[in-house]
């Protein structure tokens, strides 16, 4: 059963950081490249972050350039978002996928806030 969960979600404030974890079941983990995506209220599910399935590239989102990192530990089937200097513009749902196969995780929620 293929299974994709997020943690690590939560409130923080402006300013702040977090670090979002996937982790990933069911399926050969470092055989895809995996992202994170999120989706605001009101607004489209966007891309925010991308790695190969060896780790070795990574892109981002202009938005979130400079301040978001995406790592994975194909050891520990996870992938990693770690989030910088948050805006509250980066207020969503935060989900993992792994392309090519369409996987999904449910999302957790990231809302920053003073």
């Known amino acids: 059963q293929v299974q994709l969960v997020e943690s690590g979600g939560g409130l923080v404030q402006p300013g702040g950081s977090l670090r979002l974890s996937c982790a990933a079941s069911?399926?050969?983990?470092?055989?895809?490249?995996m992202s994170w995506y999120r989706q605001a209220p009101g607004k489209e599910r966007e891309l925010v972050a991308a790695?190969?399935?060896?780790?070795?590239?990574?892109n981002y989102a202009d938005s979130v350039k400079g301040r978001f990192t995406i790592s994975r530990d194909n050891a520990k089937n996870t992938v990693y978002l770690r989030m910088n200097t948050l805006k509250p513009e980066d207020t969503a749902v935060y989900y993992c996928k792994a392309e090519r196969v369409d996987y999904w995780g449910r999302g957790t929620q990231v809302t920053v806030s003073s």
């Open positions: 790695i190969t399935s060896d780790g070795g590239v990574t």
């Open positions: 069911g399926f050969t983990f470092r055989w895809y490249p």
